[in-house]
C-alpha cells in the first residue's frame, strides 16, 4: 500500500446487530455507497473514507479493513496462508495483537486453535512479537471469521472502540454506551430545531451526543485512532480532514437548542454536567434533577421529542412507599402532559406493551448490557 489516492480499501463498519440501518443511514449521508449486513455494513473506499468514516460516524463499534478472504479446510494450512499478508503495514511489529475469532458452519470450528496458528503465522511475517502495553494502548485487534469455510481476515482501524468518544469523565450505574445513544437519537423523529427531553439522564449520554449532532461535532475529534500507526497513515491527509471538522462544529448552532436532560438523582445529574462540560455542549444541554412527572418543560411551549433510556425495574414511590411502575408513569406523562411530543425509548423485549394507552410501535430490537431491548417509538 502507499499513501497516494489509489489505496483503496474493501471496509466493514461494525454494529450492534438490530442497529445496521443506523449505520448504513450514516454513510449514505457521507457520501459513502454501502451495503447493509448483519453486524455491521459493507463499503469501499480510499484513505480519505477510512479517516472519515472512523472520525464521524456515532452508530458504530468501529471499522475493520479486509486484508484477505479464502478458503481453508485444513488447520495446517492456516500458518503459512496468514504469513503471505503484510502485517508490518499495520502497525504489528513488537506488539501481540489481539486475535477475535468467530466460526460458523466452518470445519475448522476450534476457535482457540485457529487463534493460536494465526498468531504464528504473523510472527512468521513479523518476527517475534511481546507483550508490550501501556496503560493507554491497545493492542492491535485481528479479526478471523469463518462461515462455511471461507475465512475472512480483517484488522481493525479504530483501536479502542468508537464509543469511547473521550468526554465520559464521571459514570452511573449500568450507563448507556454512546453510540448506541447516538443510535437512539439519529432514529427517532427528532431534528435539532425541535426540543429534546431525556427526563432520565443518568450520566447524561442521550443528551450530550443530541447536542453533538445539533452542533456538527464529530464524534471522535478528542480521540485517536489506531491507523495512526500504520505504516501508509498520511498525516496531511488526516489534519485536513480533522481540520474540516473543526470549521463544521464551529457552524453550528451555539445555545438554545432546548436539550433537556433530569434524573431524580442527583449523583446522576452531578455526572451529566460533568460530562457534558468535557464534551464541550455544556452550554446547550440545560441539565437538572427531577422527577419525570415535574418534567413538564412549562418554559417550553413547542412540541419537541423524548428520548430515553428508563430504568428497567420498578422503583419506590416517594408515596407511602409503593412500588410503581416506570413505564406506566411514562405512559401516564405522555398522555397528560407530553400529548403533541413524540418519543423513543428503551425497553425490555419481554414488556409486550411498554407504554400502555399510547400507540407505540417496535422499530427495532437489539442487545444492552447482556438483556434483548426494544427501540419504542410513539409519532405525534
Same mark, same amino acid.
Given at each position: 500500500?502507499?499513501?497516494?489516492?489509489?489505496?483503496?480499501? +474493501?471496509?466493514? @463498519?461494525?454494529?450492534?446487530?438490530? %442497529?445496521?440501518? #443506523?449505520?448504513?443511514? /450514516?454513510?449514505? $449521508?457521507?457520501? =459513502?455507497?454501502?451495503?447493509?449486513?448483519?453486524?455491521?455494513?459493507?463499503?469501499?473506499?480510499?484513505?480519505?473514507?477510512?479517516?472519515?468514516?472512523?472520525?464521524?460516524?456515532?452508530?458504530?463499534?468501529?471499522?475493520?479493513?479486509?486484508?484477505?478472504?479464502?478458503?481453508?479446510?485444513?488447520?495446517?494450512?492456516?500458518?503459512?496462508?496468514?504469513?503471505?499478508?503484510?502485517?508490518?503495514?499495520?502497525?504489528?511489529?513488537?506488539?501481540?495483537?489481539?486475535?477475535?475469532?468467530?466460526?460458523?458452519?466452518?470445519?475448522?470450528?476450534?476457535?482457540?486453535?485457529?487463534?493460536?496458528?494465526?498468531? +504464528?503465522?504473523? @510472527?512468521?511475517?513479523?518476527?517475534? %512479537?511481546?507483550? #508490550?502495553?501501556?496503560? /493507554?494502548?491497545? $493492542?492491535?485487534? =485481528?479479526?478471523?471469521?469463518?462461515?462455511?469455510?471461507?475465512?475472512?481476515?480483517?484488522?481493525?482501524?479504530?483501536?479502542?472502540?468508537?464509543?469511547?468518544?473521550?468526554?465520559?469523565?464521571?459514570?452511573?450505574?449500568?450507563?448507556?454506551?454512546?453510540?448506541?445513544?447516538?443510535?437512539?437519537?439519529?432514529?427517532?423523529?427528532?431534528?435539532?430545531?425541535?426540543?429534546?427531553?431525556?427526563?432520565?439522564?443518568?450520566?447524561?449520554?442521550?443528551?450530550?451526543?443530541?447536542?453533538?449532532?445539533?452542533?456538527?461535532?464529530?464524534?471522535?475529534?478528542?480521540?485517536?485512532?489506531?491507523?495512526?500507526?500504520?505504516?501508509?497513515?498520511?498525516?496531511?491527509?488526516?489534519?485536513?480532514?480533522?481540520?474540516?471538522?473543526?470549521?463544521? $462544529?464551529?457552524?453550528?448552532?451555539?445555545?438554545?437548542?432546548?436539550?433537556?436532560?433530569?434524573?431524580?438523582?442527583?449523583?446522576?445529574?452531578?455526572?451529566?454536567?460533568?460530562?457534558?462540560?468535557?464534551?464541550?455542549?455544556?452550554?446547550?444541554?440545560?441539565?437538572?434533577?427531577?422527577?419525570?412527572?415535574?418534567?413538564?418543560?412549562?418554559?417550553?411551549?413547542?412540541?419537541?421529542?423524548?428520548?430515553?433510556?428508563?430504568?428497567?425495574?420498578?422503583?419506590?414511590?416517594?408515596?407511602?412507599?409503593?412500588?410503581?411502575?416506570?413505564?406506566?408513569?411514562?405512559?401516564?406523562?405522555?398522555?397528560?402532559?407530553?400529548?403533541?411530543?413524540?418519543?423513543?425509548?428503551?425497553?425490555?423485549?419481554?414488556?409486550?406493551?411498554?407504554?400502555?394507552?399510547?400507540?407505540?410501535?417496535?422499530?427495532?430490537?437489539?442487545?444492552?448490557?447482556?438483556?434483548?431491548?426494544?427501540?419504542?417509538?410513539?409519532?405525534?
Amino acid at each position: 500500500m502507499s499513501k497516494s489516492g489509489s489505496t483503496r480499501f +474493501e471496509m466493514f @463498519a461494525v454494529s450492534q446487530p438490530g %442497529l445496521e440501518r #443506523v449505520t448504513a443511514m /450514516e454513510l449514505d $449521508a457521507m457520501g =459513502v455507497r454501502c451495503i447493509p449486513g448483519v453486524g455491521g455494513v459493507d463499503f469501499h473506499g480510499g484513505l480519505e473514507e477510512l479517516y472519515r468514516t472512523n472520525l464521524w460516524l456515532r452508530s458504530a463499534n468501529r471499522i475493520l479493513v479486509r486484508v484477505g478472504r479464502f478458503r481453508i479446510t485444513q488447520l495446517s494450512e492456516l500458518i503459512p496462508r496468514i504469513s503471505r499478508y503484510p502485517w508490518e503495514l499495520y502497525g504489528i511489529g513488537i506488539v501481540v495483537p489481539t486475535i477475535r475469532v468467530t466460526s460458523h458452519k466452518s470445519r475448522l470450528y476450534h476457535t482457540g486453535a485457529v487463534a493460536q496458528r494465526v498468531l +504464528e503465522g504473523i @510472527a512468521r511475517r513479523a518476527g517475534p %512479537l511481546y507483550e #508490550v502495553k501501556g496503560p /493507554e494502548q491497545h $493492542a492491535p485487534l =485481528v479479526v478471523i471469521r469463518l462461515v462455511r469455510d471461507i475465512c475472512t481476515v480483517s484488522i481493525d482501524s479504530s483501536g479502542a472502540p468508537l464509543h469511547m468518544r473521550g468526554y465520559r469523565i464521571m459514570g452511573v450505574r449500568a450507563p448507556l454506551r454512546e453510540n448506541l445513544a447516538a443510535a437512539l437519537v439519529l432514529m427517532s423523529g427528532w431534528h435539532r430545531d425541535m426540543p429534546l427531553l431525556d427526563p432520565f439522564c443518568g450520566s447524561g449520554t442521550i443528551a450530550i451526543e443530541a447536542a453533538m449532532i445539533s452542533r456538527n461535532m464529530a464524534p471522535g475529534l478528542k480521540r485517536k485512532f489506531a491507523f495512526m500507526q500504520w505504516r501508509n497513515f498520511d498525516p496531511d491527509l488526516w489534519q485536513s480532514i480533522r481540520a474540516d471538522a473543526l470549521a463544521r $462544529a464551529s457552524s453550528g448552532r451555539q445555545e438554545g437548542e432546548g436539550i433537556y436532560a433530569r434524573d431524580a438523582h442527583p449523583g446522576a445529574v452531578e455526572a451529566a454536567m460533568a460530562n457534558a462540560a468535557a464534551a464541550g455542549v455544556s452550554d446547550c444541554v440545560a441539565m437538572g434533577q427531577a422527577l419525570f412527572s415535574r418534567a413538564s418543560l412549562s418554559p417550553c411551549p413547542r412540541p419537541g421529542w423524548i428520548i430515553t433510556n428508563p430504568p428497567y425495574g420498578r422503583r419506590v414511590s416517594a408515596r407511602m412507599g409503593q412500588r410503581q411502575d416506570i413505564y406506566g408513569e411514562i405512559a401516564q406523562a405522555v398522555r397528560a402532559e407530553f400529548i403533541s411530543w413524540g418519543i423513543t425509548c428503551l425497553a425490555p423485549s419481554y414488556r409486550a406493551n411498554p407504554l400502555p394507552g399510547v400507540k407505540a410501535q417496535t422499530i427495532t430490537t437489539f442487545r444492552n448490557g447482556g438483556l434483548r431491548v426494544k427501540v419504542v417509538e410513539r409519532v405525534p
